[in-house]
């Protein structure tokens, strides 16, 4: 005899932590004959465009222009606090971009709580 099985019910709202979740404005700039900046830029804005929309700012905008004018791609953030920050990405790697922009997420996300502001997205619920 079998004994019945129970579901497994997990909050799974407030776990989200994704990894463009304080930026406003993402700009890429791609050198044409930059490869791998070209190449890490591409991946970044698929990554961007492919995320679920409600893990944005409300006022979020990315732009993707090719330009000759810089030696090296550039990524050029904006972030809600008003910080911005510029990657030059010729011998940029991904690991080093996603660990900077996760420590910038943890300094504002400390700054946001000691302002009081909840920015942890609502739990859904899931069954399995």
Known sequence: ????????????????????????KMNFVANPTDIHGTRLLRHLQYQTMNMNKKLHQPNFESTYRES?????????????????????????????LHQTIRQYNHFIEGQRALQGEDDEPDDTLLQY
């Open 1 to 24: 005899m079998g004994t019945k099985r129970k579901r497994v019910i997990m909050q799974a709202g407030s776990l989200l932590n994704p990894i463009f979740r304080y930026i406003l």
């Open 68 to 96: 000759v004018e810089c030696i090296s791609s550039k990524w050029e953030i904006k972030f809600v606090n008003g910080w911005e920050r510029t990657f030059y990405m010729k011998y940029a790697d991904m690991s080093t």
